[in-house]
Nanobody, 124 residues
Framework: QVQLVESGGGLVQAGGSVRLSCAAS????????MGWFRQAPGNEREFVAG????????YYADSVKGRFTISRDNAKNTVNLQMNSLKPEDTAVYYC?????????????????WGQGTQVTVSS
């Protein structure tokens, strides 16, 4: 069982930056692939970024490439999402997710554990 707790959301102006963090419980954190998803009002939840287990390979949605950076610290059981050059369309609830097996997928049903979400609002 893995518990995930996100932090770091808030209100930011367009062009600004926000750093999200996700703290995970459990002893085998480095065996899990971690992902960030987001859901805007009226939209389905979508994949934003992911990072594989031990190798730390990263993957991004086209909409955030070059602006967002995902990273993980296996010693601290944390995964972060640095979001720069934010746009109003980045406004959403952001969720941290974990899947066993170590490989990143963009489909949310492949993830086993989810955090409660943190709101990010980008004003124009």
């Amino acid at each position: 069982q893995v518990q995930l707790v996100e932090s770091g959301g808030g209100l930011v102006q367009a062009g600004g930056s926000v750093r999200l963090s996700c703290a995970a419980s459990g002893r085998t954190f480095n065996s899990y692939a971690m992902g960030w998803f987001r859901q805007a009002p009226g939209n389905e939840r979508e994949f934003v970024a992911g990072i594989s287990g031990r190798a730390g390979s990263t993957y991004y949605a086209d909409s955030v490439k070059g602006r967002f950076t995902i990273s993980r610290d296996n010693a601290k059981n944390t995964v972060n999402l640095q979001m720069n050059s934010l746009k109003p369309e980045d406004t959403a609830v952001y969720y941290c997710a974990a899947r066993s097996g170590g490989f990143v997928y963009s489909e949310e049903y492949k993830y086993d554990y989810w955090g409660q979400g943190t709101q990010v609002t980008v004003s124009s």
